[in-house]
């Protein structure tokens, strides 16, 4: 199976930030590599998918380039209502594996 | 809009087995699939496996492959979660998740609720 690596665990960001959340595969996915934001007590909720098409109703401050075996989500003018966990998922494997998440809050 | 509905918290003894339901509407059920995904206390996310809501075919995660079984219900639109021979590390949040792709596993859009399973003797 891929394992994906997430970095940092956690972080704390101020309104008006630029943050960005690193996941690394251990082998090659290609293009085939989603993202996910989860607040406490909910289901996680799609944010991109293919490393950088917007799932509708995502606000464009988020986006996510890479390819192959890096990739990077970035959340620009971070707003208070990003704090959550987010968590990366390749599926270029039919087993599908997930990052360990990043939790951010606020500064 | 899409709605996954699924069934109520379960406690198990170990051994046990639990088999969580999730009720699709406000879509066409053979045109995605649905995968399983549990969260951890430790709020890990594992797949747990994957069937196709057009003809059934699974693929299952290794570590869950020889004691789960997922069937559907075309009839009803809802899809099962079988897990058999629980210990307390099963103890989680079990989802259900459209899968955006019919032929093989993918992304997730909408979820389910999550229905939480404990195991405790």
């Known amino acids: 199976d891929i394992q994906m690596t997430q970095s940092p665990s956690s972080l704390s960001a101020s309104v008006g930030d630029t943050v960005t959340i690193t996941c690394q595969a251990s082998?090659?996915?290609?293009?085939?590599l989603s993202w996910y934001q989860q607040k406490a007590g909910k289901a996680p909720r799609l944010l991109i998918h293919d490393v950088s098409i917007l799932e509708s109703g995502v606000p464009p401050r988020f986006s996510g380039r890479g390819y192959g075996t890096q990739f990077f989500l970035t959340i620009t003018d971070f707003q208070p209502d990003d704090f959550g966990s987010y968590f990366c998922q390749q599926y270029d494997d039919l087993h599908l594996t997930f990052g360990g998440g990043t939790k951010v809050d606020i500064k | 809009q899409v709605e996954l509905v699924q069934s109520g918290p379960e406690v198990k003894k170990p051994g046990a087995s639990v088999k969580v339901s999730c009720r699709a509407s406000n879509y066409f059920f053979g045109d995605y699939s649905i995968s399983w995904v549990r969260q951890t206390p430790g709020q890990e996310l594992e797949w747990v496996g994957w069937?196709?809501?057009?003809?059934?075919?699974?693929n299952y995660a290794d570590q869950f492959r020889d004691r789960s079984t997922m069937t559907t219900d075309t009839s009803t639109n809802t899809a099962y979660l079988e897990l058999r021979s629980l210990t307390s590390d099963d103890t989680a949040v079990y989802y259900c998740?459209?899968?955006?792709?019919?032929?093989?596993?993918?992304?997730?859009?909408?979820w389910g609720q999550g229905t939480l399973v404990t195991v405790s003797s």
């Open positions: 069937i196709s809501g057009l003809n059934g075919n699974t």
């Open positions: 998740a459209r899968d955006d792709n019919k032929y093989a596993p993918h992304y997730f859009g909408p």
């Open positions: 082998q090659d996915c290609r293009t085939s």
